[in-house]
């Protein structure tokens, strides 16, 4: 099937952008989720607003990694800055494949809000930041009509950190039923699950259980806590002991 | 082309119509990533003046230039800079 009509904007800047959305507007990054939908025709916008002419940059300054909403998952994957963040690469592995990776963007992952998101649960577990044309919030923002994801923000890593990340799919390349995402260093553990069609979360329990000297197994089965169903569960506390066993936990 | 043009120019094409796409900065290491032609290319800050000489490989400036260094790293800069002057004759004709 083709999509219904509708009206093409192209816009260079956010607040073309902003200008351009109407009540019944989509907007169109990467594409990669939202093109799928508009040829099946689940989605029927009037207007399409094109935002891949608003050039999108990874930058660090001060430890700080900044990375616009338009970066492609390819550009973020092959990044040498954001090596600094190696959450971000082990995650972006899990996304699709090599040829949606090329198109679709960051900002469209966290826009689209797709609770098995890979890049979203590291992102969590990595403490970011979300900027949006109208605010700036701490998890992923739910966002209001007209408005817009314009950057997400990294604090650096803590001095010796480790991480990995961990998922369960049927099919490699599809979304996930669960999967874990680990941060450790000294005095500092994070980790953000997802699974059972709920969205990427920390395990505040897990994370305070590991600074305390709990064992991996102890860990996962809190983290295993926060989602319901024995099969869900079982999902969560084997990705967790396995991304912690990567992550170097004894 | 000078470091701050290039900030400025995120997204350029040359007289082929290649495009080149500045990827990243880091701030903190004074060093930026584009893509052009399917390939990363890093430039790097040298000193102050950030006159770009050269943006397929390593920036070399004129300051860089008075600093003593083995023949050999001065035979390897001159053949990068013909490069990147080449290259910038043909940005020129556009």
Request: charged letters at 25%.
């Amino acid at each position: 099937m083709k999509p219904a009509p509708f009206e093409y904007v192209a816009v260079d800047s956010w607040e073309a952008a902003v200008a351009a959305l109407t009540d019944d507007a989509q907007v169109l990054a990467g594409g990669q989720s939202l093109v799928p939908l508009l040829n099946r025709r689940l989605l029927r916008p009037t207007r399409l607003v094109d935002i891949n002419g608003i050039p999108g940059l990874i930058r660090r300054t001060d430890g700080v990694l900044r990375i616009g909403a338009t970066v492609r998952q390819a550009a973020l994957e092959r990044s040498v800055v954001a090596e600094h963040w190696p959450l971000l690469r082990q995650a972006l592995r899990h996304v699709g494949h090599p040829a949606t990776r090329s198109r679709g963007t960051v900002g469209g992952s966290v826009a689209h809000a797709d609770p098995r998101a890979e890049l979203v649960c590291a992102l969590t577990a990595l403490d970011a930041r979300y900027e949006t044309t109208e605010r700036v919030v701490e998890g992923p923002p739910v966002l209001a009509p007209r408005e817009l994801l314009v950057r997400i923000e990294l604090p650096p890593l803590p001095p010796g950190a480790h991480t990995a990340f961990v998922e369960h799919a049927r099919t490699r390349g599809d979304f996930a039923d669960a999967a874990a995402a680990v941060v450790l260093a000294p005095h500092h553990a994070a980790i953000a699950i997802f699974a059972a069609g709920r969205a990427a979360r920390r395990a505040p329990a897990a994370e305070r259980a590991l600074r305390d000297g709990a064992t991996v197994a102890e860990a996962a089965a809190l983290a295993a806590e926060l989602v319901d169903g024995d099969h869900p569960r079982a999902l969560v506390a084997e990705v967790t002991r396995r991304a912690l066993v990567q992550a170097g936990h004894a | 082309m000078t470091w701050d043009e290039l900030l400025a120019h995120p997204r350029s094409r040359d007289a082929d119509g290649v495009l080149t796409v500045l990827e990243e900065i880091d701030d903190d290491t004074g060093s930026a990533v584009y893509r052009r032609g399917g390939e990363s290319h890093t430039v790097r800050r040298i000193g102050q003046e950030l006159d770009v000489h050269v943006l397929h490989g390593e920036v070399v400036d004129e300051a860089a230039a008075k600093i003593k260094v083995p023949g050999t790293f001065r035979l390897a800069a001159a053949g990068v800079a013909a490069a990147g002057l080449a290259w910038l004759a043909t940005r020129r004709r556009a």
